[in-house]
């Protein structure tokens, strides 16, 4: 099934219920699960013989969201992804914690025992190295591995998973997908990048031109710029299809861009489907027609490279 607009519920931090099975945690927002953090996973798992004993706490929304929103980066990863794709490591656990305002103001020792209390048993924590916590991120992992010490526990920090010498980040990885390069960003994240949206109703114009569209709302994630794509939609059937991120300016004046995708070989009515738009491939950028007719050939191109574009095996 294609997880897009469902909701995660996020718990209070100090009001979780505790977890006495989980015994090796690792915690951080784990935007995009991308390899990088891929490692923390199997270097946590490396702790356990028994992966059901290791557990993740990530939070929910992004902490500088309710830090400085105006610096919150954009999404690489829904809730609902983010989730499923750390649950798919074979974890016991993953618990998604709501980052609020007195979570923020915790000092690190705060944190600390906060997590005890959730994890009774705990015996290992195992972070990146660039992993901070309490109020105004006072807690570095310097100060984890002391703090963490005094109660008996390992911690195990994560160097930086390096590529063509540079680290593996979600930074890295939003800055490929605004510059189109998404066979980097795949490299990095270890998989497709995937935007996931629900259909929603459109006016028809796709219809009269003979390719009929579908339009996406309640997209959270990070959009590569404006522009034409070949790309497969899953619902959760895969389709090769061709989307169009802009305003449409042949049909009218402009507008808020909007995403819309035109499955080749499909038929049938998607409105309230969510679905997934994944391997992007740039074909041109948008541009105004001088008619409808030109228009439509131009889309009858642009399907046509999209059908080469993956026979070649992409």
């Not at 005094?150 to 920090?157: C, E, M, N, Q």
Request: charged fraction near 25%; charge should be neutral; aromatic fraction near 6%.
């Amino acid at each position: 099934m294609v997880e897009t607009t469902k909701q995660i519920p996020a718990v209070s931090f100090f009001e979780a219920h505790p977890h006495p099975e989980i015994r090796h945690i690792s915690i951080g927002f784990f935007d995009g699960v991308h390899r990088g953090h891929q490692e923390v996973l199997r270097q946590l798992l490396a702790c356990a013989s028994d992966p059901r004993t290791c557990g993740v706490l990530t939070f929910e929304p992004h902490p500088l969201a309710v830090i400085r929103p105006e610096e919150a980066p954009p999404r690489l990863t829904t809730p609902a992804q983010k989730v499923r794709l750390l649950a798919a490591a074979g974890l016991g656990l993953v618990l998604v914690i709501l980052f609020d305002r007195r979570l923020r103001e915790s000092s690190p020792d705060a944190f600390l025992h906060g997590i005890l209390r959730i994890f009774p048993n705990l015996q290992t924590i195992v972070v990146g190295k660039d992993f901070r916590f309490g109020h105004g991120a006072e807690g570095d992992v310097e100060r984890l591995q002391e703090l963490g010490s005094r109660r008996g526990l390992a911690t195990r920090i994560v160097s930086p998973l390096l590529d063509d010498g540079s680290r593996v980040a979600s930074s890295r990885i939003r800055e490929a997908i605004r510059q189109r390069r998404f066979e980097e960003a795949e490299r990095w994240l270890g998989r497709s990048y995937a935007v996931l949206g629900k259909v929603a109703p459109g006016a028809g114009i796709g219809h009269l031109l003979g390719t009929p569209t579908a339009n996406l709302e309640g997209i959270t994630q990070l959009l590569p710029p404006e522009g034409v794509y070949a790309c497969r939609v899953r619902i959760p059937e895969e389709f090769i299809a061709v989307a169009n991120y802009g305003r449409r300016p042949t049909l009218g004046p402009g507008s808020d861009p909007l995403l819309e995708v035109h499955l080749l070989d499909f038929a049938g009515d998607l409105s309230g489907t969510e679905v997934e738009v994944n391997h992007w491939h740039f074909l041109r950028a948008e541009k105004r027609f001088a008619s409808l007719e030109a228009l439509r050939v131009q889309i009858a191109d642009d399907i046509a490279e999209a059908r080469r574009h993956f026979a070649k095996g992409r």
